[in-house]
């Protein structure tokens, strides 16, 4: 069975400063999808950004971005230029190709000083 | 708008009373899930549906019913409810057509409180 494991419970950050979130996964699987939640405050789970494990490159999306070592099991967010904005409880999660099913790691809760 | 949308928002209910948390996509999504979340456990899936009147477990599914007798439609049903219950619900959709990269819209959630 896949496992998705959030090492940090709580990291923080200084605005525009960058921030580093870790995820490690484990699985026996070659095709999979792996992304990153962020849930604010209202408790709304908001995409962050995705990765396909068949691409060598690395997904970007404006201020995020991840670095993907799929040898090695690990997907970090690293976020740019923090906002206060970016202030919440983020999920790394796992999708294998062929399922509906999302497995969540713990969560790492972010904090943003000004 | 397109938006997955879970009644009631919030919920408090005794042990035993059976209660329904509705869900609804105007998206017209195949794949429909539920997830409880939980403090240091993260989302996990109670059961997902990949179509009208197709239905299977997820990874906690004891204490908890679904039906989908609609496409737009998944509601979740606790027979008898418990305090182990208690948790946040989110219902989340999907469409497979253009392949299985498409992202799941989760909906608000609903905070359920089990006495």
């Known amino acids: 069975a896949q496992t998705v494991t959030q090492s940090q419970p709580e990291m923080s950050v200084q605005e525009a400063e960058t921030v580093t979130l870790s995820c490690t996964y484990d699985?026996?699987?070659?095709?999979?999808?792996l992304f990153w939640y962020k849930q604010p405050p209202s408790r709304q789970m908001i995409l962050v950004i995705r990765?396909?494990?068949?691409?060598?490159q690395n997904a970007t999306e404006n201020r995020f971005s991840v670095n993907f070592q799929k040898a090695a099991k690990s997907f970090s967010l690293k976020i740019s230029d923090s906002q206060l904005g970016d202030a919440a409880m983020y999920f790394c999660?796992?999708?294998?190709?062929?399922?509906?099913?999302?497995?969540f790691g713990t969560g790492t809760r972010l904090q943003v000083f000004p | 708008e397109a938006q997955v949308t879970q009644n009631p928002r919030y919920l408090i209910t005794v042990t035993g009373k059976k209660l329904t948390v509705t869900c609804s996509q105007n998206?017209?999504?195949?794949?429909m899930s539920w997830y409880r979340q939980d403090p240091g456990l993260g989302l996990r899936q109670i059961y997902y549906?990949?179509?009208?009147?197709?239905?299977d477990k997820g990874d906690v599914p004891e204490g908890y019913k679904v039906s989908r007798k609609e496409k737009r439609n998944f509601p979740l049903i606790l027979e008898s409810p418990s305090p182990n219950q208690t948790s946040l619900y989110f219902c989340?959709?999907?469409?497979?057509?253009?392949?299985?990269?498409?992202?799941?819209?989760f909906g608000p959630g609903t905070r359920l409180t089990v006495l």
């Open positions: 989340a959709s999907r469409d497979i057509i253009g392949g299985f990269d498409n992202e799941q819209f």
């Open positions: 699985t026996s699987e070659s095709d999979y999808y």
């Open positions: 990765q396909e494990a068949y691409k060598q």
């Open positions: 999660a796992y999708r294998s190709y062929n399922t509906d099913k999302l497995i």
């Open positions: 998206m017209n999504h195949e794949y």
């Open positions: 549906s990949m179509n009208v009147e197709v239905t």
